[in-house]
């Protein structure tokens, strides 16, 4: 019921808005971005503009680094072809063009206008069905590893291993269950950095909950609890963020490791604590104390070599160690099923066939959440947020700067592809080693992708009421976000 409010309120409050800049605005183009827009379109209904000599923002180097960036928003110079619709003057000289009629604006009501083109609906609906698409291949891979797994024994190794500490944490959740350890192995996907092996592993683990859910409709409370640590994200090494900072030309790609780290295992615990605190978990156990403080030490100790490494060594380390780890699961799951004399391919066989059907049954839970999120980006709704945020900063003194890295945080929990987008187009906007671009780069990766997760998570099992989920994730992600604010101050300033 909660993602269907909220899914109906992202659509009505994105058509209102756009429907505002059309109609007051006299933004005659937006209907057509938000229906047939591409993000690579970048000449769907241009402005031309004409700008005073030497006028830029501050942020730019020169004039012309300034025009190009524009351009990737649909703003070009005008030239004897085609006439400014849009002056740009300074301050001093707005009154008088206001007073001869000319269309003008200040450069700072300019810069408002600035709108990043974003796929309208039916680009996004292909987009979501591809996204199902590849995911097939990679879930029948995985689902059809995690059915060896379980035939040799595997899984139930896992779950009598990491048990004491579930035991505590999933109090409903029977004792040496196989969802133990389809859950950790998801865990360790997450935190190795390995998205594309985290989901099916996450799939199946929902699926095995899903067996033990007494009101197959409703989210159980071990399937919240699951959900809400899957989403905060919590990983080791932001390997895809540092290689982003790299290709942009960063002086220090690695600056942001530290803060990345911190910020994702805070918003892990927090994920935990605020599910534990509503389903009424005592988390002062000696077994939870046990667990949590042993892997903060492991943290810690791998925080302590990465940090002398440089970029591209803990890029190699980092490749070593994620797909090492992948290879080292087929052997071990291939190996040990070998000398169990399994039937080891049938049992692949098997489990892949769920993975197949698995991706598929997705597809209309990640169109509808992906619309929604298409909706409230092409409407403007997000830059008229960031807008009023950074003015209401302002009025009460507070320093700006964060401001312009908050779209990466208030994308990220809609989608994971968009806030990686943003991040990326905040660095090259405002520069990688600005403060907007590490503060970027520290809230991509600081959480998971709240609502894709919900949306795919449960709706591979037909989960439709998810209880007070989205509520617990958000707030985690809103203890993401203040925590990666407050450590860019801390470490860049």
């Known amino acids: 019921m909660a993602l269907s409010k909220i899914w109906s309120s992202f659509i009505i409050v994105s058509l209102l808005v756009a429907s505002f800049q059309c109609f007051v605005l006299s933004d005659d183009g937006i209907f057509n971005r938000m229906v047939i827009g591409k993000a690579d379109d970048q000449k769907l209904n241009?402005?031309?503009?004409?700008?005073?000599?030497?006028?830029?923002?501050?942020?730019?180097?020169?004039?012309?680094?300034?025009?190009?960036?524009?351009?990737?928003?649909?703003?070009?110079?005008?030239?004897?072809?085609?006439?400014?619709?849009?002056?740009?003057f300074g301050n001093g000289e707005l009154q008088t063009a206001l007073m001869q009629s000319q269309s003008a604006v200040s450069l700072k009501q300019f810069e408002n206008k600035l709108v990043r083109q974003a796929d309208?609906?039916?680009?996004?609906?292909?987009?979501?069905?591809?996204?199902?698409?590849?995911?097939?291949?990679?879930?029948?891979?995985?689902?059809?590893?995690?059915?060896?797994?379980?035939?040799?024994?595997?899984?139930?190794?896992?779950?009598?291993?990491?048990?004491?500490?579930?035991?505590?944490?999933?109090?409903?959740?029977?004792?040496?269950?196989?969802?133990?350890?389809?859950?950790?192995?998801?865990?360790?996907?997450?935190?190795?950095?390995?998205?594309?092996?985290?989901?099916?592993?996450?799939?199946?683990?929902?699926?095995s909950l899903q067996e033990i859910n007494p009101e197959p409709d409703k989210a159980s409370n071990a399937q919240i609890m699951f959900l809400c640590l899957h989403a905060s994200g919590l990983t080791l090494i932001p390997v895809s963020i540092i290689a982003a900072r790299a290709a942009l030309n960063s002086k220090s790609p690695t600056d942001i490791f530290i803060p990345c780290l911190i910020a994702t295992f805070v918003a892990t615990i927090a994920a935990m604590s605020l599910v534990s605190l509503k389903q009424k978990i005592n988390l002062f156990q000696k077994t939870i104390l046990s667990w949590v403080g042993f892997t903060s030490l492991i943290i810690t100790g791998l925080v302590m070599y990465l940090?002398?490494?440089?970029?591209?060594?803990?890029?190699?380390?980092?490749?070593?160690?994620?797909?090492?780890?992948?290879?080292?699961?087929?052997?071990?799951?291939?190996?040990?099923?070998?000398?169990?004399?399994?039937?080891?391919?049938?049992?692949?066989?098997?489990?892949?066939?769920?993975?197949?059907?698995?991706?598929?049954?997705?597809?209309?839970y990640l169109v509808g959440i992906l619309v929604a999120i298409s909706l409230l980006r092409t409407s403007g709704t997000f830059d008229w947020v960031i807008a009023g945020m950074k003015t209401a900063f302002e009025w009460v003194g507070f320093d700006t700067r964060f401001v312009d890295g908050l779209p990466t945080a208030l994308i990220k929990p809609l989608s994971g592809s968009g806030a990686r987008g943003m991040m990326i187009d905040t660095m090259k906007a405002f520069s990688p080693d600005s403060f907007a671009g590490r503060l970027a780069c520290i809230l991509q990766g600081s959480s998971d992708t709240t609502f894709y997760v919900v949306a795919v998570y449960f709706g591979a099992v037909g989960i439709k009421n998810s209880r007070y989920t989205i509520s617990l994730m958000l707030v985690a992600d809103l203890v993401g976000i203040i925590t990666s604010i407050a450590l860019c101050y801390l470490f860049f300033g």
Request: charged fraction near 15%; aromatic fraction near 12%; include cysteine.
């Open 120 to 207: 309208g609906i039916i680009e996004t609906c292909t987009v979501a069905v591809n996204i199902c698409i590849r995911l097939i291949g990679i879930m029948t891979l995985f689902m059809g590893l995690m059915s060896i797994a379980e035939k040799a024994g595997g899984v139930r190794f896992l779950s009598r291993l990491i048990g004491p500490f579930f035991s505590k944490l999933f109090p409903d959740l029977p004792k040496n269950h196989p969802a133990t350890g389809h859950m950790m192995m998801n865990f360790s996907a997450n935190l190795l950095g390995l998205d594309n092996a985290a989901t099916p592993f996450g799939i199946k683990a929902m699926q």
């Open 46 to 88: 241009p402005i031309y503009y004409s700008i005073q000599q030497d006028l830029y923002p501050s942020k730019f180097d020169n004039q012309p680094d300034f025009i190009e960036y524009a351009k990737g928003f649909s703003f070009f110079i005008a030239d004897s072809a085609h006439k400014a619709q849009l002056i740009v």
């Open 307 to 364: 940090v002398q490494l440089q970029t591209a060594e803990l890029q190699s380390f980092s490749g070593i160690l994620s797909n090492g780890i992948i290879l080292l699961l087929f052997f071990i799951i291939v190996g040990v099923a070998w000398y169990r004399k399994i039937n080891v391919f049938d049992a692949f066989i098997e489990g892949a066939k769920g993975g197949f059907e698995t991706a598929i049954k997705i597809i209309p």
